[in-house]
């Protein structure tokens, strides 16, 4: 019993050995070379994956982070000045584990080794180009291969979009560029009868940029590398993304986690943070005593299914049509307070319509019944204007009969007509809907019918004809354009065909040019020689200029077969 005791104790001493390896034990140092920048998402990612470990252990390890910004710069320019730069920090005080991300920085340590830290063990991640080999015969070195799997984006690709025609690779002049371009080539013969490869290869931002706006809609395009262009231009991570997905017709997928965004859809991608978590891990192990050279590296890099939601949405990919356990980033964020928000919203949003609509429908009553006694009003004004207007015109009448001057019953008959014309108005707005407006060709019937029977046209051998397209005239135009119709045709039967003769009347509209055209033209001898018009004292005729400025309008007489008055005139809106 005794013994079972004191081997329980041992085991759970032991156990928690293997939690925190490293409790009690002098403070280690760790240094992490980083290929790139800060800023640079890939990096971030990685770094912050490794955070995400040694956090964990801040009592144990002191961690030292280096970047070598290779991203902008040429290795070859900024490794020198980074030698010189960890030679002077580490050489006395040795880390006790390098950690590198990515490839630049492997190859850096590995050529630093003898000279600043020959006895500590190297730990990488992010290595696109991996074969035992490339240790070059180094012992103590572990790690994590950046795999990223080629065939399962592409068959991913084929699949969102069955009518796919062609892929358009796009690729730069970086050595990782070219690597991705030619771990492509590798597979490339297992699509040849599935679809179309076009090639973007090494490009200027401006030469991509024309060739990818000449593509068709029917593609999509696979990002491998796009941050430095032929001309040694260097893109930031978001104008690359930003650009190929403004400028391409079609989706654009990609190997990568940390290029799932600002427009690119996504693909089976390398993870970032998992690739600095497992590395600080396996630091770890190497920290508690583990040789490197006894953890084997891991070749299968954990990569996932990773898309955007924004580009999934621009490019109509349901997520039902994703595949199982895919990570959908930027997506809508729903819980249960937003629900709960949502709904007060809702319900208060459909009681304030709820609230307007019963208003509206009040205060919609309430017009109505103003516009009717509007209507009602202004009916009964047009009728006793009207009735007032027929009562003038019968005292003119009357008095007419009272005289025996040819001259002033003329003159009589002529104030009767204008009157006439203004009643009539006044008759058709009181029976108008519309109340405000009149149309022209009843209006125009009407007064032809009342001047036939009052200057006895049919006796006299005067034939009436008219071409009168129809529309409308409001109150202000309508009153001056009857009462300058009754003068022209007037005119035209008093001095015009006084012994019988044809009448034409022309009214239509000038859409293009919103004005309207009133022509009166009568087959008599026309004016004088050397008449003046304008300069004419005629009563008749000065009321016709009058009322032609009323109009704002012009008119022009032409002696062609007869006599035409031709008046303009603007039709308000």
């Excluded at 991203?71 to 010189?84: G, L």
């Excluded at 006439?420 to 019918?449: D, G, K, T």
């Excluded at 034939?463 to 007037?490: C, H, K, Q, Y």
């Amino acid at each position: 019993m005794r013994r079972d005791r004191i081997r329980t104790v041992l085991s759970i001493l032991f156990l928690l050995a293997l939690q925190f390896p490293l409790e009690g034990l002098p403070q280690k140092k760790v240094l992490i070379l980083h290929s790139y920048n800060i800023g640079y998402v890939w990096t971030d990612l990685i770094a912050m994956g490794m955070r995400s470990v040694f956090q964990e252990h801040t009592r144990d390890i002191e961690v030292y982070e280096e970047y070598c910004d290779t991203k902008r710069y040429p290795p070859d320019f900024v490794f020198p000045h980074i030698r010189q730069l960890l030679r002077s920090k580490y050489k006395d005080n040795p880390p006790d584990v390098v950690v590198t991300s990515d490839d630049n920085a492997l190859d850096f340590a590995l050529g630093l080794r003898k000279e600043i830290f020959p006895h500590a063990p190297i730990v990488f991640c992010g290595v696109n180009y991996y074969h035992p080999n490339r240790l070059h015969g180094e012992r103590n070195v572990t790690g994590i291969a950046e795999n990223f799997n080629i065939p399962r984006t592409l068959d991913l690709m084929l699949t969102l979009h069955p009518k796919l025609s062609y892929i358009a690779v796009v690729s730069d002049s970086t050595e990782t560029g070219r690597y991705n371009t030619a771990r492509l080539m590798q597979v490339i013969h297992q699509y040849e009868n599935k679809v179309e490869f076009r090639f973007l290869l090494e490009r200027t931002k401006e030469e991509l940029e024309e060739e990818l706006r000449k593509l068709p809609p029917q593609g999509a395009v696979l990002n491998l590398s796009f941050w430095r262009d032929r001309s040694g231009r260097v893109l930031t991570y978001r104008e690359s993304l930003s650009f190929l997905a403004e400028t391409a017709p079609c989706p654009i997928y990609t190997l990568w986690d940390f290029m799932v965004n600002y427009g690119t859809v996504g693909g089976y991608v390398a993870d970032g943070r998992m690739q600095g978590k497992l590395a600080a891990e396996l630091a770890l192990r190497v920290l508690s005593g583990e040789p490197a050279d006894s953890i084997p590296v891991l070749t299968e890099s954990p990569n996932s299914y990773y898309f955007d939601y924004p580009a999934l949405v621009r490019w109509d990919i349901p997520l039902s049509a994703l595949p199982e356990g895919s990570i959908v980033m930027n997506r809508p964020k729903e819980n249960f307070f937003q629900f709960v928000l949502y709904f007060w919203i809702a319900i208060l949003v459909a009681g304030g319509l709820a609230f307007l609509s019963v208003a509206l429908f009040l205060q919609r009553k309430q017009l109505q019944r103003m516009l009717q006694e509007r209507e009602v009003l202004i009916k009964e004004i047009h009728h006793r204007v009207k009735n007032n207007l027929q009562v003038v015109s019968s005292l003119l009448n009357l008095q007419k009969d009272t005289m025996f001057d040819p001259r002033d019953m003329a003159f009589l008959e002529n104030c009767r007509a204008r009157v006439q014309s203004m009643a009539l108005i006044h008759e058709n707005l009181y029976q108008s809907a519309h109340l405000e407006r009149i149309q022209i060709q009843p209006y125009c019937r009407e007064l032809f019918s009342h001047l036939e029977q009052a200057y006895n046209f049919q006796g006299r051998g005067i034939r009436l004809e008219s071409e009168i397209e129809d529309f409308s005239l409001g109150l202000n135009e309508a009153i001056p354009f009857g009462i300058l119709l009754v003068e022209l045709i007037t005119n035209a039967a008093k001095h015009g065909v006084p012994g019988g003769g044809k009448i034409h009347l022309r009214c239509e509209r000038m859409k293009e040019e919103k004005k309207a055209v009133l022509e009166v033209k009568d087959s008599g001898p026309g004016f004088p020689e050397g008449f003046n018009p304008e300069e004419s004292e005629s009563l008749g005729l000065q009321l016709v200029y009058s009322l032609v400025d009323q109009l704002n309008g012009d008119i022009q007489w032409r002696k062609e077969r007869g006599l035409s008055a031709i008046v303009q005139f603007p039709l308000p809106e």
